[in-house]
Antibody, heavy 117, light 107 residues
Framework: QVQLQESGPGLVKPSQTLSLTCTVS??????????WSWIRQHPGKGLEYIGY???????YYNPSLKSRVTISIDTSKNQFSLKLSSVTAADTAVYYC?????????WGQGTLVTVSS | DIQMTQSPSSLSASVGDRVTITCRAS??????LGWYQQKPGKAPKRLIY???SLQSGVPSRFSGSGSGTEFTLTISSLQPEDFATYYC?????????FGQGTRLEIK
C-alpha cells in the first residue's frame, strides 16, 4: 500500500526558506493520475491547504501563500517537495503531505517545523 | 474562498450516544465534501467522501449526509475510540478549505 513520509529540518530561522520533502513508497508517484498535496496545521489549530502538484508538473498554490510557495516533483526519486520562503513565526506548524485532489489520502505522519532564531 | 462553518466547536458525549456534527458551506459545493477524524499527534483520516460515501475500512456507525450547503456527520453509537477532533473539507472550489473542527470529548 502507498505510504507517504515527510522529511526536512525541524527548525528554520526567520526570513529563511523552509524546505520539506515527501517520499512516496509502495507505488509510483507518476502513475494513477494522482495529485500530491501539502497541508499544514498550526499548533492546536485547524488545517490549511497549501497546494498541489501533478506528476506532469502542473501546480496550484493557495493564494494566501502563493507568493512564497514552490512545490516541485522528482519522479525519479518518487518524491515531491515544498519550499516556503521568507518564513516567520506564523509559519510554525505541522506540515503534512497527502495524496489526492480531494485529499483522500494516504497522508504522511506530519512533521513539525518551528520558525525561531 | 468558500468558508466552511462547523458546529458545534466542541461536544461532550458518552459511550453509546448518537452524535451529529454539522458543516455549512458559504456557497453551494454539490457533494464535494469529506469528513475527517484526527487524534492527537496523528494525521487526519478520511471517514466519508462525496458527502455520504463511507471510506473503506471505516465502521458503519459513521454516516454522512447533505448536499449543496449543509452537511452532517453522524456517529450512531459512540465508541471509546471515537473521541477525537472531526473536520469537514470542501474540494469543490480552490483553495480547498476545512471547517474549524469539532472536538468530541468524553462526558
Amino acid at each position: 500500500q502507498v505510504q507517504l513520509q515527510e522529511s526536512g529540518p525541524g527548525l528554520v530561522k526567520p526570513s529563511q526558506t523552509l524546505s520539506l520533502t515527501c517520499t512516496v513508497s509502495g507505488g509510483s508517484i507518476s502513475t494513477g493520475g494522482y495529485y500530491w498535496s501539502w497541508i499544514r496545521q498550526h499548533p492546536g489549530k485547524g488545517l490549511e491547504y497549501i497546494g498541489y502538484i501533478y506528476y506532469s508538473g502542473s501546480t496550484y498554490y493557495n493564494p494566501s501563500l502563493k507568493s512564497r510557495v514552490t512545490i516541485s516533483i522528482d519522479t525519479s526519486k518518487n518524491q515531491f517537495s515544498l519550499k516556503l520562503s521568507s518564513v516567520t513565526a506564523a509559519d510554525t506548524a505541522v506540515y503534512y503531505c497527502a495524496r489526492g485532489l480531494d485529499i483522500g489520502g494516504p497522508w504522511g505522519q506530519g512533521t513539525l517545523v518551528t520558525v525561531s532564531s | 474562498d468558500i468558508q466552511m462553518t462547523q458546529s458545534p466547536s466542541s461536544l461532550s458525549a458518552s459511550v453509546g450516544d448518537r452524535v451529529t456534527i454539522t458543516c455549512r458551506a458559504s456557497q453551494g459545493i454539490r457533494n464535494d465534501l469529506g469528513w475527517y477524524q484526527q487524534k492527537p499527534g496523528k494525521a487526519p483520516k478520511r471517514l466519508i467522501y462525496g458527502a455520504s460515501s463511507l471510506q473503506s475500512g471505516v465502521p458503519s456507525r459513521f454516516s454522512g449526509s447533505g448536499s449543496g450547503t449543509e452537511f452532517t456527520l453522524t456517529i450512531s453509537s459512540l465508541q471509546p475510540e471515537d473521541f477525537a477532533t472531526y473536520y469537514c473539507l470542501q474540494h469543490n472550489s480552490y483553495p480547498i478549505t476545512f471547517g474549524q473542527g469539532t472536538r468530541l470529548e468524553i462526558k
